[in-house]
C-alpha cells in the first residue's frame, strides 16, 4: 500500500498570503490529523477529520482551517500568513474509528517571510 | 504542566548499548501509549503502540507502561547508529493524541 502523500513538500510564502497544503491518507483510512512541528513547541494537534466531519480540534487559531473530501483526502488552509507560522506540517491518517494508530506523511516544510 | 513530558535530550550512547527513554503524563484517563521514530527531515514513524500496563516486546525494542505512576518507557537494546534519530512518545485520549516534544538520541559508531 502506498503511504501518506504530501505536497507540496516545500513552500516559501510572504506575510499576509494565505497557503493550502494537501494530504492523500493511505488506503482505506478515514481518519486524517493534521499537526504543526516547530523545534521549540514539538507536534501540535491542529484538527483531525474523519468521513468529511471534523471530529476534534486543538488550540490554535481561526486562520487555520481544514477540510475532507469524500475520498477521504484532506486539505488545510492558512490565512493572513504570520512568520510564526513557518514550520513542518504534517498529516497522518489512522485506519479505524479511534485516531491512537497513525501513519504520517513527510510533511509540508513552510517558510513564511 | 504540559500533558506530557519528556527529556529533550540529547542522549549520546555507544554502539550495543541499551537506550532507555522515558516519559511521564499528567492524565489517567489517556488511553493508548505509543512510540514514534522520526529520523531527520522525515515524517515520524510509528514503532510500537500498546494499550495496557506492562511490557510490549518488538525485536529490539521494548515498551513499558506504568499507569499507577504514569509513567511510559522505551528501550531499545543493541543500539545501533541506524537508531539515532528523535523518539517521540505520544498518547491518545479524548480522540486525540498529544505528543511529547522528543529526545533526540545519538548512537556512536
Known amino acids: 500500500k502506498a503511504g501518506v502523500t504530501q505536497t507540496p513538500r516545500y513552500l516559501i510564502k510572504t506575510r499576509g498570503q494565505q497557503v493550502t497544503l494537501s494530504c492523500s491518507p493511505i488506503?482505506?483510512?478515514?481518519?486524517v490529523s493534521w499537526y504543526q512541528q516547530t523545534p521549540g513547541q514539538g507536534l501540535q494537534f491542529l484538527f483531525e477529520y474523519f468521513s468529511e466531519t471534523q471530529r476534534n480540534k486543538g488550540n490554535f487559531p481561526g486562520r487555520f482551517s481544514g477540510r475532507q473530501f469524500s475520498n477521504s483526502r484532506s486539505e488545510m488552509n492558512v490565512s493572513t500568513l504570520e512568520l510564526g507560522d513557518s514550520a513542518l506540517y504534517l498529516c497522518a491518517s489512522s485506519p479505524g474509528t479511534d485516531s491512537y494508530e497513525q501513519y504520517f506523511g513527510p510533511g509540508t516544510r513552510l517558510t513564511v517571510t | 504542566q504540559k500533558e506530557v513530558e519528556q527529556d529533550p535530550g540529547p542522549l549520546s550512547v555507544p554502539e550495543g548499548a541499551i537506550v532507555s527513554l522515558n516519559c511521564t503524563y499528567s492524565n489517567s484517563a489517556f488511553q493508548y501509549f505509543m512510540w514514534y521514530r522520526q529520523y531527520s527531515r522525515k515524517g515520524p514513524e510509528l514503532l510500537m503502540y500498546?494499550?495496557?500496563?506492562g511490557n510490549k516486546e518488538d525485536g529490539r525494542f521494548t515498551a513499558q507502561v506504568d499507569k499507577s505512576s504514569k509513567y511510559i518507557s522505551l528501550f531499545i537494546r543493541d543500539s545501533q547508529p541506524s537508531d539515532s534519530a528523535t523518539y517521540l512518545c505520544?498518547?491518545?485520549?479524548?480522540?486525540?493524541?498529544?505528543f511529547g516534544i522528543g529526545t533526540k538520541l545519538q548512537v556512536i559508531p
Open positions: 488506503s482505506g483510512h478515514r481518519s
Open positions: 505520544a498518547i491518545w485520549g479524548y480522540q486525540k493524541v498529544t
Open positions: 500498546t494499550y495496557s500496563s
